[in-house]
């Protein structure tokens, strides 16, 4: 091979690896549709200059910023790889295989292999047909197991429970079992509708809540969430903190983003209103879609599969086993290729869903006792 040649091949091998910053069509991972602030990008070239240095031992500056940010004190955050990371340390950590975890069904598929890696049987608690939680099964579900997992906004329905529904359920928890309380969409929240995490971690021990730099903002290559717990359990995962295991990019990152917050705020806005304009233009097609609170739409199946019509629209969309799709809210010109698929499907043949009320009510055959969560579903994806 001339040595063209091998730089055309290893330039392709590159390409391979590297996804593409802005990508119409990838909506299946809630990924930020646009590249990092010009600041953040700044910031990580300063770090690629020293990528020869380890970072700090434990991401104690990390922890530190995200605490400053937040006006909690350093001893109830705790730093790890994506909220993934610490959600899997927290099973590992405060449960032992065979306890039970309780998991809305569908869920956010990261917590099916979580609860698998940690050996848990997972209990799972049918949302209703409107994509909302059933806190009250779900309380009763939590009497006898380790862990209780709630998503606000949920995945894959972006729906939201009220803050006074969700402390009503927290407080019908055994106090000896953790609420794993999953913020990874909060900055697509309103913020009169946010839970005041401050006083929660306050007043309940046991509830853990995580959140992610992946989503709002727009840094999922980078793998950084956070969790945030009364003193013991946030030690709990400190614990646990692998050594040099946070890259010091993570921190420039953060910072950055930080400084940067009224530029990530505009771009937030923008997302939240694509997500009301692509959820109107939806129904008034005469589709259904739950009524989400994140960055991406859920469209239930109902008389049709969505994940066939858009297999074949060359849309990358999250399918779901029983037909239904969630679906990132990106740009403009997204909304419009899923539009177009969607309008398509509904101008066809009459058992296509349509109309403004919810598909048919799932049966509520209560909790159901799964031992291993890769009965139900198949293996998850990174979304
Ligand atoms: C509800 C929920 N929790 C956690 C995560 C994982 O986030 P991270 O990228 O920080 O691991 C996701 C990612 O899609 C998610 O949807």
Redesign the pocket.
């Given at each position: 091979m001339t040595s063209a040649a091998q730089q055309d091949s290893a330039n392709s091998r590159l390409r391979a690896i590297l996804p593409p910053a802005v990508d119409p069509c990838a909506l299946s991972?809630?990924e930020s549709a646009l590249p990092p602030l010009p600041a953040v990008r700044a910031a990580l070239a300063d770090f690629i200059g020293a990528a020869n240095r380890y970072p700090e031992f434990l991401p104690t500056r990390l922890r530190g910023l995200v605490a400053e940010h937040l006006g909690v004190p350093q001893e109830k955050v705790a730093i790890g790889?994506?909220?993934?990371?610490l959600?899997l340390r927290l099973l590992q950590a405060a449960a032992v295989p065979g306890d039970r975890i309780v998991l809305s069904m569908p869920?956010?598929e990261?917590?099916l292999a979580f609860a698998r890696m940690a050996g848990l049987a997972a209990v799972h608690v049918p949302l209703d047909s409107y994509g909302h939680h059933d806190l009250a099964a779900m309380a009763h579900a939590a009497q006898d197991a380790r862990v209780v997992v709630l998503?606000r906004p949920?995945?894959p329905t972006g729906t939201l429970e009220s803050v006074g529904d969700v402390e009503r359920f927290i407080s019908e928890v055994p106090t000896d079992t953790i609420v794993l309380l999953?913020e990874?969409?909060i900055e697509f929240v309103a913020t009169a509708r946010r839970v005041d995490v401050h006083r929660l971690i306050e007043r309940f021990s046991n509830v853990v809540v995580?959140r992610?730099?992946?989503?709002a903002y727009g840094l999922?290559g980078l793998?950084?969430?956070y969790a945030l717990a009364a003193p013991e359990l946030a030690e709990l995962l400190w614990s646990l903190q692998l050594p040099f295991g946070i890259n010091a990019g993570c921190t420039v990152a953060v910072a950055a983003s930080y400084a940067a917050h009224a530029q990530l705020e505009q771009r937030i806005a923008h997302i939240v209103a694509e997500r009301s304009y692509l959820s109107a233009r939806l129904r008034a097609a005469g589709a259904y879609t739950t009524d989400s609170h994140a960055n991406f739409v859920y469209l239930p199946a109902a008389g049709r599969s969505w994940s066939e019509i858009f297999d074949a629209s060359g849309l990358q969309v999250r399918n779901y086993p029983d037909g239904s799709v969630r679906i990132t809210v990106d740009s403009r010109g997204s909304s419009q290729r899923v539009l177009a698929v969607v309008e398509r499907a509904l101008s066809g043949p009459a058992d296509a869903p349509r109309g403004q009320t919810p598909p048919a009510a799932p049966d509520r055959p209560g909790p159901q006792h799964v031992g291993s969560a890769a009965t139900r579903w198949p293996a998850p994806d990174?979304?």
């Open positions: 991972l809630n790889p994506g909220a993934s990371g959600a869920i956010f990261g917590y998503c949920n995945n999953d990874a969409y995580l992610t730099f992946s989503k999922a793998r950084i969430g990174r979304g």
